[in-house]
Nanobody, 115 residues
Framework: QVQLVESGGGLVQPGGSLRLSCVAS????????MAWYRQAPGKGRDLVAT???????TYADSVKGRFTLSRDNAKNTLYLEMSNLKPEDTAVYYC?????????WGQGTQVTVSS
């Protein structure tokens, strides 16, 4: 079973930055797509950014220009660099990976943006 472990969340002031990490238990080359989702209190889980194995990285309109998705293949890690954070970015952030005949989720990491 593929495992994804997120880290890097925390409390940050508006305008601040955080970097989230998602470490996979297998080579990330095995995934057709990796992504970050987030779920704010009382709301559904929304797609934040996606990185297909081939193709273009895409971002939700609400984070374009502020969030950057990247990966380190040698470390089997997906990163989400978040800058100019806003209170509306407060949510639990989840890493997601899709492979052949499976989909895996991490346990989530809390991001709170508040002064």
């Amino acid at each position: 079973q593929v495992q994804l472990v997120e880290s890097g969340g925390g409390l940050v002031q508006p305008g601040g930055s955080l970097r989230l990490s998602c470490v996979a238990s297998v080579s990330i080359f095995s995934f057709g797509r990796m992504a970050w989702y987030r779920q704010a209190p009382g709301k559904g889980r929304d797609l934040v950014a996606t990185m297909p194995s081939r193709g273009t990285i895409t971002y939700a309109d609400s984070v374009k220009g502020r969030f950057t998705l990247s990966r380190d293949n040698a470390k089997n890690t997906l990163y989400l660099e978040m800058s100019n954070l806003k209170p509306e970015d407060t949510a639990v952030y989840y890493c997601n990976a899709i492979g052949i005949n499976y989909e895996s989720w991490g346990q989530g990491t809390q991001v709170t943006v508040s002064s």
